[in-house]
């Protein structure tokens, strides 16, 4: 089984940083894809950023030059530093791996418990 831990999530006023960190444990492979999504309030989850295997990154036009994915292959982690935010950013964060758990195996999506980040105005 696979474990993911977050932490960096808080409270911050408009305009500040933080740096939202995700951790795997357990039986891994390997590791593909390691995004960050986002659940506000009455709202559906969305695709923050985006961390390819191979180095690549995508994000959401709404963080686009604010936000910065990162990982750690070595730590199995993922980092998303969180610059300029605004209310608007003001959500649950959840990080996704897509692990495969030995050589043979599929791949399979794993979920963090959420960590919540609220940007006062």
């Known amino acids: 089984q696979v474990h993911l831990v977050e932490s960096g999530g808080g409270l911050v006023q408009a305009g500040g940083s933080l740096r939202l960190s995700c951790a795997a444990s357990?039986?891994?492979?390997?590791?593909?894809?390691m995004d960050w999504y986002r659940q506000a309030p009455g709202k559906e989850r969305e695709l923050v950023a985006q961390s390819t295997s191979g180095g690549s990154t995508n994000y959401a036009d709404f963080v686009k030059g604010r936000f910065t994915i990162s990982r750690d292959n070595a730590k199995n982690t993922v980092y998303l530093q969180m610059n300029s935010l605004k209310p608007e950013d003001t959500a649950v964060y959840y990080c996704r791996f897509v692990v495969r758990t030995t050589f043979l195996a599929a791949q399979n999506d794993y979920w963090g418990q959420g960590t919540q980040v609220t940007v006062s105005s």
């Open positions: 357990g039986m891994i492979f390997s590791i593909g894809y």
